[in-house]
Structures are given as C-alpha cells and as structure tokens.
C-alpha cells in the first residue's frame, strides 16, 4: 500500500483523486518540486522548499500551508510509506477556478514512490538532441512538460537518449536536468540565464568553487565540439556525462575527470 | 444535478476525478476542444471532432473511441442533463504513464455547463493588451494555457480586458479567440500562421467570402492604427469588436460595419 496527501488529507495512492475542474488539468496551470529521500530522510529539503515556495510566489499562487505543517506531512508520509530510498512530489495547482480561467484556492499533491540513486557515475554518456524551444516562464518549475513529452519520439527517431533545448544555438537546459561542460582549457561553464535553478546545480556550482574555474554565461551548442568533457545534473541523474550532442561525440564519450570529481564531491554531501 | 462523462462512463459532476498519476495533472500533457449545444442540438459538431481528431493526431494521443460512439454520449449527455443552451468541452490526456513521463491510454473527459451566448453583438469593444508570446504546437487546442492565464494580472494593471500574442511585432491570436482587421482600403485580414485554427474563424472566413475581399497573411500590430475596425472570434463570444490595442483606439472603439453584416451572417448558419 502507497499513501499520498491531498490537502493535507492522506490517503491511498490508488484512491487519490481530484476533481476534472481543476486547473492543472483544464489550463495546464500548475507547478511542483521534488526532492529524494535517502535512510527515510528528505535530502536538500530547505533548498527545495525554498524553491517551491519561489515558484509559487512566480507563478501567483497563494501557498496557505506553512512550512511547518508541510514538513511535518513530508515526514509523516515518508513514515507511513516506510520509504528508506524515494522520491517525492509535491505539485500545487491553481484550484477549482469557477470561471475555469483563473487562480483560485491551490490544490496541493503530494506522492512519491522508491527511487534508487546511482552509487557511482554512470560509465556510459547520454546523447542529446537539440531542439529550439524556450520553456515558458522558466524560473518556474511548473508542469509544463508538453513539448518535452512531444519531442520524444524525434529525439528516439534521431538515436539520442534527451533532447536539449537552445534559442538560436544558445542552450539553455534539457527539460528534466540542467548541463555543464568543460572547455578546452579547462573552464566549468554553464549557462545562467532562462534556465531553470536546478539544486543540483547550486551543489555543484557550489563543491566546484575550490576545484575548477567557474563561468555561468551563455553557452553555444558549437562549444561542444571542442569541449574536453560535459555533463547534465538532475535530483535523480546526479551528474551524467553526455556522450554526444546531435550525433558529435563529446570528450571521450564516458565520464570525464572533473566529473568523476564533482560526483565524489557531491556525494560527500550527501548523509550516507 | 450535473453530469459529466469519464472514458466512457457517466456520473456526477461533483465525483468526477482523475487520479493524480494522469498525464495532464503532472506533466500538463493535453488537448480538448469546446462547442456549444443550443436548442439542446450540439453546434458544428463535425468541425469541432474533426478538429478533436485532428488535435489527436498532432499530439500522438491514441483515440480508442469511434467517432459514432462519441456521438451518442455527447447526445447522451446532453438529455441527462436537460441542456438547451450549453457548452461541452472534451478533454483527452496522455493518461497514467507508468514512468509519469510519456504517452499512455489517454484518459477521456466530458463535461459541460448551461452557456447564453449573445444575441447581438457586442457595441462595446474589448481592450487588448499586447505580448511577445508564441503558444507551443499551436495548431494543437492543447490545454497549455499557462502563459494566458499568469499574464492575466498584467492585462488587468493596463486596464486592458485580454491579451493579444505577438512575435516582434507580428500578431498571432488571443489565447481564447482568433483576430481579424479591416484595413483602411476595406480588405478583412487575418494571420494564418502558428495560430489555432478556430471554428468560428472557420465559419467567418467562408461567409466573408462572398461579403469582403479577405487576405489570410502575416499582420503587424501597427497595422491596427490605420484599421477601419477589428474583432475577435470564438465558440463563445461569435464575433466581438475590439475598441483598443495597447490603449491606442480601433476604428469607432464599438462594431464596424463589415463586423455587424459578418455576424448576421455567421447568426444565420446557427441552427435558431
């Protein structure tokens, strides 16, 4: 049995339910977080709340639970779904917007399920597809996965595992996990602007400091070809090199050194 | 009592829910499309499934009900609820995914409510608000209304009633309506790209035909200060003028001419 929360109402995952005139469902309009949980308990959960209560407040959604009460909910739904390794979703909608166009009273979800994080970085890179696209609104983290989802049978089609999206050449981040790579002369660079901050990210950026030489600028999808080594971040993926973009290999195909290192760096934050 | 229809299966409108694993809810994965029912009879309903369809298809969502099936729940529908004069709108979304990230059995909603449409039109313009925005896959009736309904508070502070969407300049649609101008020298336009490709422009385009010269080409904001009058058009408000755009006055600020005769003649196709 798998509990979810609704409202601040717990109840089972098959039973959690709502109604088809929210807005999430008629407009799309919604938005959401979520973090892993490791030995039962939340990971980076300050820096996620943070940002959902951020995107929230972007996104002109009154939040009315407070950050007490969600925390206590997070840790009782952890408990009564005896998760040791999970991850977790908390997704805010607009509500049920009589005129059906507008923010009313948020719905709040909240489930999650088992998720087992990698142990060490995988040996194997991804390949990524570039698409132009420009997320919408892209400090928030909001639902809008349409043509994330869409993209999918192009970027199968083409061979790639992700797709990656640039604005005339200039990249901004794939739809699930931000990117990094590494030039020639060993610089750190990943692009600051319309992206959204992934915690991840702000770990890396941060355990990098003493490292490597950082620069957050804009990034053009040429850079790859030269790049001695690149990388995407997610809550789930860590750090995953990047094989290829477009079909050009990138570094050696596999993890390169300053990944192997920014994984270990990362991991050391970690409380396992 | 209302009643709506989920995959096929009636019920309340107060229970009808959709587990919150769907597709739409998580990652805003949808489409739909809306018509009115008057006299209890469902309005250019073979243009609406068509367009249902054809939305489908775009969107790679897999259709599992035949179109005569459809049609005898949507009458259905309509007795159960003694609808005279209604809207109906059908919502299909990518479904329960098992990895919450790609396209599954769609999940199938049908719900509706009592809708007057108007009678005349309207003699006070709507004031438009003008934003650089492109609507994703826009030839889909896709449920992302995200943008339309976050600008909302903008539109609002300006004094305005609805947001216009423009790329540098060259206008597209409104989120809800089609737009169309009558220029100085008496020729109806309207943009034919990236714009969803509405019923009510449909029908308006065919009965101009035999009224005005008509144009369907890339329109530029500027274009509104010489235009002898503008209108939107949609499935709920026909054919409604526009008195202003970005505070700067259209025409008389109220319907023009071409704008009146256009809306007999669309009232005439109404089956009233």
């Known amino acids: 049995m798998n509990y979810a929360c609704i409202n601040g109402e717990f109840c089972t995952t098959d039973n959690a ?26 990971i980076f959960l300050d820096d996620h709340l943070d940002r959902f209560w951020e995107s929230a407040r972007l996104l002109r959604l009154p939040l009315s639970v407070s950050r007490e009460t969600l925390t206590k909910h997070i840790h009782q739904l952890i408990e009564m779904n005896q998760w040791s390794e999970a991850g977790i979703r908390m997704t805010l909608t607009a509500g049920y917007a009589p005129d059906g166009y507008s923010i009313h009273e948020p719905n709040f979800l909240m489930s999650g399920q088992p998720v087992q994080l990698p142990e060490t970085i995988s040996e194997k890179g991804l390949r990524l597809f570039s698409y132009a696209h ?27 595992d992700e797709v990656l999206y640039h604005q005339g050449g200039w990249i901004t981040e794939c739809p699930r996990a931000n990117i990094f790579l590494v030039t020639a002369d060993g610089v750190l660079v990943t692009p600051g602007e319309q992206v959204l901050k992934g915690i991840t990210r702000k770990k890396i950026l941060e355990v990098a400091e003493k490292i490597v030489k950082i620069e957050t600028r804009p990034v053009h999808l040429d850079e790859f070809k030269a790049a001695r080594e690149a990388f995407i971040t997610s809550t789930t993926k860590l750090i995953t090199p990047i094989a290829a973009v477009d079909g050009i290999a990138v570094g050696t195909g596999g993890p390169g050194e300053i990944s192997r290192v920014l994984f270990d760096e990362y991991y050391k934050l970690l409380p396992i």
């Open 134 to 160: 420009q997320r919408q609104l892209p400090l928030i983290k909001s639902i809008d996965y349409l043509m994330a989802v869409w993209i999918q049978q192009e970027v199968k089609n083409s061979g790639a």
């Open 17 to 42: 339910m709502i109604g088809i005139q929210d807005m999430a469902l008629q407009r799309g309009y919604g938005m959401f977080d979520f973090f892993k949980v490791m030995g039962g308990k939340p």
